[in-house]
C-alpha cells in the first residue's frame, strides 16, 4: 500500500463505524483502486459479511451483471430469487426488490462491505441497485469503484453518482499516480533494497507513476537489477495490454499515431503535421479522437503527449526499426531547418536518426542552456547523452558535474567531476573542477578528501599567472577553510581573491569571495552584522546578474543566522530564497532547506506544531533526504530536537535509527540526541553513559553552539544529573564565539541549581528581550526567574514572568510547558495550556473543524493544502492550532478526540 495509506485508513474507519456509509473510489486504469479494495477487506473481522461484484466492459446488456457477479457460486442464494432477478417478465421494479431481498439474506443483520467494482461499465440496473442500497440501513459500507475519464454523460454511473451526492455523505477517494518518492518506496519493498535515485526517477517517468505498470514490469522481468530495468523491453503482456487502445484506428490515424511515439514525449503540432504530411483539418479531427480516447492528452498550446508513456512506448516497440529511424530524421530535418530552440529534442531526434554530429554539437548548447536556466536534471541527461558518443570531452564533462552536483547525485557529480579534473588541459579548468570537487566532498561528509583536495588547489596557484585562474582558485581555498570552520584562513583567502577581482575587473569572482566573506563573517557574534550587510549585497548584485546559485546560497545564510527583527522579512527572504534555488536548479536548497527554513520561521513565531509539520513536510517532498549528504543529517537532528521539545520521544527514537543507518554522521550527532532522550525519559544511567560519549566527541567539533548548550543543559537539569556533571557541560560547551544571550542563559541555570538565586535572577532579566532567543526559549528564560523569585517570595514580580511567559509560550507544548504550569500551580494560577473557556472541538472554528476532520483521515499537510486549495503553510498553521485548541501532541489523537465528538 505504498502512497496508499491514508486512503486504506480512510475506508477502514468507515467499515470499522457500523453505520451506513458509502465511499466512492476514482481513479485511472492501473492505478489501484482493485488493490484498495483488496487490501481494505483483509483488514475485516471474520463476522463481516463481504460481496464484491465487478462490471465487465459490455455489460450494459446484461441487467444485474454486478449483482450477479458478486453473488455467483454462493449455495445459500435462492435459485427462485436468483431465476427471477434475470426473468424480463418481472417488471423493472419487482426485479430491483428482488435484488434487495437477495442481499438482505445474505447479510441478515451482520456488519457489511458490498463493492462494486468499475461502476464506469456497469448497466443501468446495478446502478439503480448501487443506489437503492446505499439507502439501507444496517452496519455496512457501500463502495463503488470507476474511472472519471471513462464516464459519459450517457452512462449509468453519471446520474447515479450525482444522485448519490444529494442523498448522502458521500465519502470520495481520489487515487492520484505514485510520487518519485513513493515509487522509489514501492521498487525497494518489491526489490528488498533502497532503489538508486535516478533508477527510481527513470522508472518513475516511464510509468508515469502508474503502480499497476510498475510492477508489471517487475513482474515480468525477475532478477534484473533496478538499474537494469529501465532500460529493459517491455514484457509482451503489458505491450499487448496498451496496444489493444489503438488496435482498431484507421490506417491514417494509425500513422499519426506511430509518428508521435516516435516523435517523443511532447510532440507540437506543427512537427507532427510536417513529419507525416497531413493536413491541419485531418490531422485536428485524429487527434481529437486520440484524446477521447485516451490515448494522447493536449499537454500545452499546440502541444500533445501520450497518458500513458508506456503506451508510447509500447506503439514504437512494434515498429521497424528503418521505420523509427526514417521519422527521426524527418523530424530532425524539420527542427534544424526551423532553427530550433529546443536542444533536447535536436539530440532526441539526432540520436534516432544516426547523426552523431548533430547530437553533440545539440548536447552540448543544451546542457550549457538547460544549466543557466535551472534546469540540471535535464542538462545531466543531455551531457551524459553527448558523453556516451564523446567520453573524454572536458565541456561534457564539467556541465555533467555541475548538473549532477545541482540535483543532488553527488555520487555521479564525484565521478564526472573526478575525470573532468584529470581530463583538464589548462590550469584553469583544473581549479574550476578541485572548486566543485571541495563541495562535492562536504556535503559528502568527506573532510579529509576535502584537505586533500585544497592543497591540490593551493599547489596549482603557483601555476596561474595572476588573474581570473588565480582568483578562482583563492575562492576555492576560502570556501574549503569555511566549510571546515577554519574562518580566519576563509577571511584572508576571500581577502586576496577580492583584491584580484578588483586588479583585473572579475564581477562574478568578487560576488563569490563576498559570499565567502559574509558567510565567514556571520558565524562570529562580533561580526555578524557586517556578515549580513555583505551578504545583502550579493543577493542584491547576484540576482541582477542572473547568478541564481550565488544569489540562493547568500540568501540561504540569511535566513539561517541571527534572525531579521520582523517575521515578515524572514518570510519573504526565506520565498526569496526558494525562488532564486528554483532558478538554479538547486534542489537540496529549493526544497530541503526551504521547509527547515519554514519550521524556523515557524519557532521564531513560537508556533512549535507549524515547527514540526514544515519538517515533515520537507521529509516527505525531498528526495534528497534519502541520499547521503549535509542535509539529510541536518533535517532528521531538527526534526529530532523539536519532538524532544514536543515529548514525541518515540520519533525520536525513530530518528536516531534512521541516522544510525548513515555513514559519516557527524560525531556529536547520535551521542547527543541520545543523551538528550535519555534525559526526557528519566533513563539517569543512560544518560550519563551517553554525556561520556558525546563528550569525546565533541574534541572533534571545532565550533560551539549556544543552542546546543542550552539544550542539552536544560535536558540534564531535567533528569537531574548531579552538579559536577553539570560544571562539566558548562566548559565543555561553551566558548567565546557562543552568542552572549545562550551564554548568560545556560550559566543562570547552572546558577540556579545551586541555589544561587539572586544572581540566576540578574542573568535571566539580563536577556528576557534578548532577539537573538526564539519565543519558546525567552520563555524558559521568564520562568526561571519567575522561580528565583518565588524563592525570594516576590510572587507579584514573579506572577508578572509567568504571564508573560505564558504568552510566548501559547502555541508550545512538552517540557517548557510543563515547567511553566508547575510555576502556575505554585502561584496559584491555572496551567497555561487550559482552555479560558471553551474546550475540546467545540473551540474549533468551522474552518477547524474541516481540517480536523481531514487530519482524522490520516491527510498530510500537502494533502490538506490541495484539498481545500490554500497553501501548506496555511495548513500547518491550522494543524498546530487544532492541536493546542484539543490539547493533543499529535495528529492520531485528533481522530481520537474528534470522533468522540
Not at 451483471?65 to 424480463?88: C, F, K, M, N, S
Not at 539561517?560 to 519573504?572: C, K, M
Amino acid at each position: 500500500m505504498i502512497g496508499r495509506e491514508s486512503e486504506l485508513r480512510r475506508l477502514a474507519r468507515l467499515a470499522s463505524a457500523r453505520e451506513p456509509a458509502v465511499a466512492v473510489v476514482a481513479g485511472e486504469p492501473g492505478i489501484g483502486k482493485t488493490r484498495l479494495v483488496s487490501e481494505l477487506l483483509a483488514t475485516l473481522p471474520a463476522e463481516t459479511v463481504v460481496l464484491v461484484g465487478q462490471a465487465e466492459p459490455g455489460s450494459l446488456s446484461r441487467p444485474y451483471e454486478v449483482l450477479l457477479d458478486a453473488i455467483d457460486g454462493r449455495p445459500e442464494v435462492d435459485e427462485e430469487q436468483l431465476a427471477a432477478l434475470t426473468d424480463a417478465a418481472h417488471s423493472p421494479v419487482e426485479r430491483l426488490h428482488i435484488g434487495l431481498a437477495i442481499l438482505a439474506d445474505l447479510i441478515g443483520d451482520s456488519p457489511a462491505v458490498v463493492v462494486f467494482e468499475d461502476l464506469h461499465w456497469a448497466d443501468s440496473e446495478s446502478a439503480a441497485l448501487f443506489e437503492r442500497i446505499a439507502d439501507q440501513r444496517g452496519p455496512r459500507l457501500l463502495i463503488g469503484t470507476y474511472r472519471p475519464d471513462e464516464v459519459t454523460r450517457r452512462q449509468p454511473v453519471a446520474g447515479l453518482l450525482a444522485r448519490l451526492e444529494r442523498r448522502h455523505a458521500v465519502t470520495h477517494v481520489r487515487l492520484d499516480r505514485l510520487t518519485p518518492a513513493q515509487t522509489a518506496a514501492l521498487l525497494a519493498a518489491a526489490t528488498g533494497a533502497p532503489a538508486p535515485l535516478r533508477a527510481a526517477t527513470a522508472l518513475h517517468h516511464r510509468t508515469g507513476g502508474n503502480p499497476f505498470f510498475l510492477e508489471e514490469l517487475l513482474r515480468a522481468l525477475p532478477g534484473y537489477a533496478v538499474d537494469d530495468l529501465v532500460e529493459q523491453p517491455l514484457p509482451w503482456s503489458l505491450a499487448d495490454v496498451l496496444r489493444r487502445q489503438v488496435d482498431d484506428l484507421d490506417p491514417v490515424s494509425h500513422r499519426i499515431v506511430e509518428a508521435a511515439a516516435v516523435l517523443g514525449h511532447r510532440i507540437p503540432f506543427d512537427l507532427l503535421a510536417d513529419v507525416t504530411g497531413t493536413g491541419e483539418d485531418e490531422l485536428i479531427t485524429v487527434l481529437r479522437d486520440l484524446v477521447t480516447r485516451g490515448v494522447l492528452v493536449e499537454s500545452g498550446e499546440d502541444e500533445f503527449a501520450f497518458r500513458h508513456a508506456l503506451v508510447r512506448e509500447a506503439i514504437a516497440d512494434q515498429m521497424l526499426g528503418r521505420q523509427r529511424r526514417r521519422l527521426h530524421e524527418a523530424a530532425l530535418d524539420v527542427l534544424l531547418a526551423g532553427g530550433a530552440s529546443d536542444p533536447a529534442m535536436v539530440a532526441h531526434h539526432a540520436r534516432g536518426a544516426g547523426r552523431y554530429d548533430d547530437l553533440i554539437a545539440a548536447a552540448r548548447r543544451g546542457t550549457a542552456l538547460y544549466l543557466s536556466i535551472g534546469s540540471a536534471y535535464q542538462a545531466l541527461q543531455l551531457a551524459e547523452m553527448g558523453l556516451d558518443e564523446l567520453p573524454d570531452d572536458p565541456g561534457l564533462l564539467a556541465g555533467a558535474a555541475r548538473a549532477a552536483w545541482l540535483a543532488g547525485l553527488l555520487d555521479d557529480a564525484l565521478r564526472y567531476g573526478r575525470r573532468w579534473r584529470d581530463l583538464a588541459g589548462a590550469a584553469i579548468d583544473r581549479s574550476e573542477a578541485l572548486y566543485l570537487l571541495v563541495r562535492i566532498a562536504w556535503e559528502s561528509r568527506e573532510p579529509a578528501e576535502m584537505r586533500t583536495l585544497t592543497h591540490e588547489i593551493e599547489t596549482l596557484i603557483a601555476e596561474l599567472p595572476p588573474g581570473e585562474g588565480q582568483a578562482r582558485a583563492m575562492n576555492a581555498i576560502a570556501q574549503s577553510a569555511y566549510l571546515r570552520d577554519e574562518l580566519d584562513a576563509a577571511l584572508l583567502w576571500c581577502e586576496r581573491a577580492l583584491a584580484l577581482a578588483e586588479e583585473f575587473d572579475l564581477p562574478t569572482i568578487r560576488l563569490t569571495a563576498l559570499l565567502e566573506k559574509g558567510s565567514a563573517l556571520t558565524e562570529r557574534p562580533h561580526t555578524a552584522a557586517d556578515g549580513r550587510k555583505i551578504l545583502a549585497t550579493v543577493v542584491d548584485e547576484a540576482e541582477k546578474a542572473e547568478q541564481w546559485v550565488l544569489a540562493a546560497s547568500a540568501l540561504n545564510m540569511l535566513v539561517q543566522g541571527e534572525p531579521p527583527s520582523s517575521p515578515i522579512e524572514h518570510a519573504e527572504t526565506l520565498e526569496r530564497m526558494r525562488v532564486d534555488a528554483e532558478r538554479a536548479g538547486f534542489e537540496s536548497m529549493a526544497v530541503a532547506t526551504y521547509f527547515q527554513g519554514r519550521a524556523r520561521l515557524a519557532v521564531r513565531a513560537g508556533d512549535l506544531g507549524a515547527a514540526i509539520a514544515a519538517l515533515e513536510e520537507g521529509r516527505e517532498q525531498d528526495s534528497g533526504l534519502r541520499r547521503r549528504g549535509r542535509w539529510a543529517d541536518y533535517h532528521g537532528v531538527f526534526l529530532a530536537g523539536l519532538y524532544l521539545e514536543a515529548g514525541e520521544l518515540d520519533g525520536v527514537e525513530r530518528i536516531i535509527a534512521d541516522l544510525a543507518a548513515v555513514p559519516n554522521n557527524p560525531p556529536t550527532v547520535i551521542p547527543g540526541l541520545a543523551f538528550n532522550l535519555a534525559c526526557r525519559r528519566g533513563d539517569l544511567p543512560r544518560a550519563e553513559a551517553a554525556l561520556d560519549e558525546f563528550i569525546a566527541a565533541l574534541a572533534g567539533q571545532s565550533w560551539r553552539s549556544g543552542e546546543q548548550a542550552q539544550d542539552l543543559v536544560a535536558a540534564a537539569l531535567d533528569a537531574g544529573l548531579p552538579a559536577h556533571r553539570l560544571d562539566q557541560m558548562g566548559r565543555e560547551l561553551l566558548d567565546a564565539d557562543v552568542w552572549d544571550a545562550y551564554r548568560t542563559l545556560v550559566d543562570a541555570q547552572l546558577a540556579e541549581v545551586r541555589g544561587q538565586h539572586a544572581d540566576a535572577l540578574a542573568g535571566y532579566e539580563s536577556i528576557i528581550e534578548a532577539h537573538i532567543l526564539a519565543p519558546a526559549t525567552r520563555g524558559t528564560v521568564r520562568v526561571g526567574a519567575a522561580r528565583c523569585l518565588l524563592a525570594a517570595d516576590r510572587r507579584a514580580e514573579a506572577t508578572a514572568h509567568v504571564a508573560a511567559a505564558t504568552s510566548l509560550l501559547g502555541q508550545w507544548r512538552g517540557w517548557r510547558v510543563a515547567q511553566l504550569d508547575r510555576v502556575r500551580t505554585q502561584l496559584g494560577l491555572a496551567p497555561a495550556d487550559a482552555p479560558a473557556a471553551v474546550t475540546g472541538p467545540a473551540a474549533l472554528t468551522p474552518r477547524e473543524r474541516e481540517v480536523a476532520v481531514l487530519i482524522s483521515d490520516g491527510l498530510t499537510n500537502t494533502e490538506l493544502a490541495r484539498r481545500l486549495y490554500i497553501s501548506p503553510k496555511t495548513a500547518a498553521v491550522h494543524v498546530s492550532n487544532i492541536l493546542r485548541k484539543l490539547g493533543v501532541s499529535s495528529r492520531t489523537e485528533v481522530g481520537d478526540v474528534v470522533g468522540r465528538s
